[in-house]
């Protein structure tokens, strides 16, 4: 009998011990091998729209500016395998994204990224493909691209606002609308390419609650156009990335972006962007591991509002808030702190999106 009840209890003190030797080790871990930057690029072209494109000089620039500065480019797939086992990575470890599949890119950055030996994925909507619109690529280029080790990911069947309802749609409607939708486009990308990494570029960077909800149900990773690094805090269902173009294009801030540290968050009091019921002021409450970080150097960005400084309610959690109604469509609010150690900059964004006041969306 005594054996019976004093087994279990050892049994429980290793599993707590090996708990704390965990937790032990990975403080141990410096933050600068706790992320990676995730860079994001739609159009690498001399006459692509500028608010979407960079030049392939600038593109070059950008990789050279990698390799001169000891980055290290990885897969995506890298990283989220990094954050769920939560192992470390070469510090200044960077991923490059590519959304919806243009011709250029295969064009112009395809062949830059071979010669500097940089992995990358592309993200790609089927109906533009299918339909053959001008300036896509094609199937054949696309499995070609695959079979020289670019990773092919879902950006939806045809671009579409995922998280808005159709007229008089329900709930369950509308997400077996959506999970169908991703499907369909899962299942089509792997007889294509003979790839399926079941990971999801967000159209338009827009998603909600229910969503991140049932893509974590099936297994997959989602990625949207919040700013900020990505690493062993973040979401696998809302891995922020830096869009990469026109004025964002720029290597003196975009060095600092490149240079950016996953930010320690440890607790959040909001998880879906996506407001309701006219709560267009959220007010989000945020718990972080200060060991690295000075409460007075954070400083946090309402899109459209300005820099706002956070209300401190504790050693380690602040609140931030807009003094305005964010409008409708999307919205952000970006907080960063400087390391204690290095100096390099934490990165957070919490990224919003509401309709009008009558229900309705906005166009863009």
Known sequence: MFKNWLSPLLSALCVLAAFDLWANESHTIPPEQRGAVILQYHHVSDTGPRSTSVTPAEFRQQMQYLKDNGFTVIQLSALVDAIRQQTPLANKSVVI??????????????????????????????????????????????????????????????????????????????????????????????????????????????????????????????????????????????????PVAGPYADMSSLSVKMHSLNMPVEQQNIHDPLLKDGQWRPQLQITLDMTDIHRHQMMCFIQGQGAKAPQWISENSFTIQAELDLPPGRSRYNCTAPSKATGRYYWFSQAWVRPRDDGSWPTH
């Open 97 to 242: 994204t590519f959304d919806d599949g243009y011709q250029d890119i295969a064009a112009n950055a395809h062949p830059i990224l071979a010669e500097f030996g940089f992995p990358y994925t592309l993200f790609v909507a089927i109906e533009p493909i299918e339909k053959g619109y001008r300036n896509m690529m094609d199937w054949a280029t696309l499995a070609a691209l695959a079979k020289e080790g670019a990773e092919i990911a879902n950006h939806s069947y045809g671009h579409e606002y995922l998280v808005r309802m159709s007229a008089g749609e329900t709930a369950t409607q509308w997400l077996a609308r959506v999970s169908d939708n991703i499907e369909r486009t899962e299942a089509t990308i792997l007889a294509h390419t003979g790839q399926s990494h079941k990971t999801l570029a967000y159209p338009y960077g827009e998603y909600n609650a229910d969503l991140q909800e049932w893509l974590a149900q099936q297994g997959y990773i989602a990625l949207g156009q919040q700013s900020g690094a990505a690493g062993w805090s973040s979401g696998l269902t809302a891995l922020p990335r830096f």
